[in-house]
């Protein structure tokens, strides 16, 4: 079955530690997505890849970082750098500019 | 700035009745609308989209209008079922196919 996974599902980060999230999809999409999900708010985007080898940054990319090797991962790094990195992380992918398809998420905690 | 308002307070509805949510956009010119379910800890799923010129659309007991006077869009679910019980999101897409979701309401449907 065609879909986007995600993983880890629940990961624990120690202050200072960068992590790597990560997305991988058979779907044959060509863009990707990345979206941070705090309670009570909407999804906001972090980073987004329209094809392999390049990236922009969405609206809160501070104290992250992708990188698109292949067409089928975008992996995100949460570094040290981002100081509230606690959230609910969503992959997404996309043939056209509507109707994502989402992953189930990862859910990051500082401890 | 662009905001999108949906009710924050969820909405409790018996099985069987209408359920109606609104989302509310400012300083937005979407060229369409899209609307997505999501489950506790897991991705949002695409529902429907609605066109700037379509004022209503219909898919199985959902259905969505759209006002661009009122710049308002309604989402409705008929016949309600507690399966519907979820978290409905709206995202207004301008022509670029750039768009920001809303936060949300939660829908609670007890039999």
């Given at each position: ?34 979206y ?5 708010q909407g999804l906001r985007l972090?980073?987004y ?8 940054k969405g609206d809160i ?36 500019s509507y ?13 | 700035s662009q905001k999108i308002e949906q ?15 609104t989302c509310n956009y400012t300083n937005y010119s979407p060229a369409y609308l899209q609307w ?16 700037e ?13 759209f006002d661009t006077?009122l710049k308002q869009s ?15 999101l709206c995202a207004p897409t301008d022509s670029w196919g750039k768009f920001q979701f809303g936060a949300g ?7």
């Amino acid at each position: 079955d065609g879909g986007i996974t995600q993983s880890p599902k629940y990961l624990f980060r120690k202050e200072g530690q960068n992590v790597t999230l990560s997305c991988e999809q058979n779907l044959n999409h060509d863009a990707m997505y990345w979206y941070r999900q705090d309670p009570g708010q909407g999804l906001r985007l972090i980073y987004y890849s329209q094809i392999v080898n390049d990236f922009q940054k969405g609206d809160i990319a501070e104290g992250y970082s992708v990188s698109r090797e292949k067409k089928e991962s975008f992996p995100l790094t949460v570094t040290s750098a981002q100081k509230n990195p606690t959230a609910f992380y969503l992959c997404a992918s996309s043939r056209q500019s509507y109707g994502y398809t989402f992953g189930s998420g990862t859910r990051l905690t500082v401890v | 700035s662009q905001k999108i308002e949906q009710n924050s307070e969820a909405l409790n509805i018996q099985e069987g009745k209408t359920a109606t949510l609104t989302c509310n956009y400012t300083n937005y010119s979407p060229a369409y609308l899209q609307w997505y379910r999501q489950d506790p800890g897991r991705g949002p799923v695409f529902l429907l989209l609605i066109r700037e010129n379509e004022k209503e659309k219909r898919k199985e007991r959902l259905k969505v209008t759209f006002d661009t006077t009122l710049k308002q869009s309604l989402f409705h679910i008929t016949a309600s079922q507690p399966a519907d019980s979820a978290t409905y999101l709206c995202a207004p897409t301008d022509s670029w196919g750039k768009f920001q979701f809303g936060a949300g309401t939660q829908v609670v449907v007890t039999p």
